[in-house]
């Protein structure tokens, strides 16, 4: 089955733990992405990625890194998280690199840090 | 960068009545205008798109229409069902520039039977 695998689901954690959130996508997408989930915002972009070891800066990087040494595999790390990052993140992969295919979104992993 | 808004922020429905999101972007070079639907607890998930080259597209229920002159796209719903109600976020990017697809701030659509 076609999918995009992110973990943990839920998540509690305090200020400054370092955490990482995983994807996985099995569809042999090049193009991979992170959003974060809040009331009234929408969903916005934290980083892409277009293709192995190619990653850029969405529209709110800060406190986040990201890395793409597989294909399939692309984490999101918080070195030192703080409330204002807890949100429901979204992990997501497209066929397409040019900005005009469908996205695959993963389930989401909600944060709270406390 | 690209900004997308979107209007209204809530909207409640009758059952069989139509629905009409709205959504302007500020980039007029953006040229790929998607629409997601995420229900409750759920993952976004595409429904439709439509490209700058094309002024309306339709999908049984669901329409979408964009006017470039204006930098507005718009989705209208007709015959609203209950399984219509759901959190719908359009969106607007620019094929260019590396698939950085921008989102609206997302409707919480509510059909009542």
């Known amino acids: 089955e076609a999918q995009v695998t992110q973990n943990p689901r839920y998540l509690i954690t305090v200020t400054g733990k370092k955490l990482t959130v995983t994807c996985s996508q099995n569809?042999?997408?090049?193009?991979m992405s992170w959003y974060r989930q809040d009331p009234g915002l929408g969903l916005r972009q934290i980083y892409y990625?277009?293709?192995?070891?190619?990653?850029d800066k969405g529209d709110v990087p800060e406190g986040y890194k990201v890395s793409r040494k597989e294909k399939r595999n692309f984490p999101l790390i918080l070195e030192s998280p703080s409330p204002n990052q807890t949100s429901l993140y979204f992990c997501?992969?497209?066929?397409?690199?040019?900005?005009?295919?469908?996205?695959?979104f993963g389930e989401g992993s909600r944060l709270t840090v406390l | 960068g690209e900004n997308v808004e979107q209007h209204p922020s809530t909207l409640s429905v009758q059952e069989g009545d139509s629905a009409v999101i709205k959504c302007t972007y500020s980039d007029s070079a953006s040229n790929y205008f998607p629409w997601y639907k995420q229900e409750l607890g759920k993952r976004p998930q595409l429904i439709i798109d439509?490209?700058?080259?094309?002024g309306e597209k339709k999908d049984q229920r669901i329409a979408v229409t964009l006017n470039k002159t204006a930098k507005h796209f718009s989705l209208h719903i007709t015959e609203t069902q209950p399984e219509d109600s759901a959190v719908y976020f359009c969106?607007?990017?620019?094929?260019?520039?590396?698939?950085?697809?921008?989102f609206g701030g997302g409707t919480r659509v509510l059909v009542k039977p």
């Open positions: 969106a607007a990017s620019i094929s260019a520039a590396g698939n950085k697809l921008t």
């Open positions: 990625s277009m293709n192995v070891e190619v990653t």
């Open positions: 569809m042999n997408h090049e193009y």
């Open positions: 439509i490209r700058s080259n094309v």
């Open positions: 997501a992969s497209s066929f397409s690199s040019g900005g005009t295919g469908e996205l695959f």
